[in-house]
């Protein structure tokens, strides 16, 4: 279930306007004027740390190739084990994408 502080209609008008979205050059324009490269580049890093997690890799070699802090790497390992699904759902779709 997610975070009712995370549930107001300000987050939803957002992330309806990210469902607009067609396209990746889209999304470049939209992250690009929505967030500083910094911000974007933290939630890039974490989505491959998930990615790598999953492909059971080792803290220390997630580190290494992300440049993740192990206190990143931990609190995206909590969210995978007892979050909510939302990065086994995106992976899903993901592979199966990638399978047409």
């Not at 990615?51 to 390992?77: F, Q």
């Amino acid at each position: 279930m997610m975070n009712n502080k995370l549930r107001t209609p300000a987050v939803e008008h957002l992330f309806e306007a990210i469902l607009c979205l067609e396209n990746t050059e889209e999304c470049f324009d939209f992250f690009e004027d929505l967030c500083t490269v910094n911000e974007v580049l933290s939630l890039s890093q974490r989505f491959e740390v998930a990615s790598m997690l999953r492909s059971h890799d080792t803290y220390l070699k997630i580190a290494e190739k992300t440049g993740a802090s192990t206190a990143t790497i931990s609190r995206v390992n909590r969210s995978l084990n007892y979050g909510n699904d939302g990065y086994d759902m995106v992976f899903a779709r993901m592979k199966k994408d990638e399978e047409k």
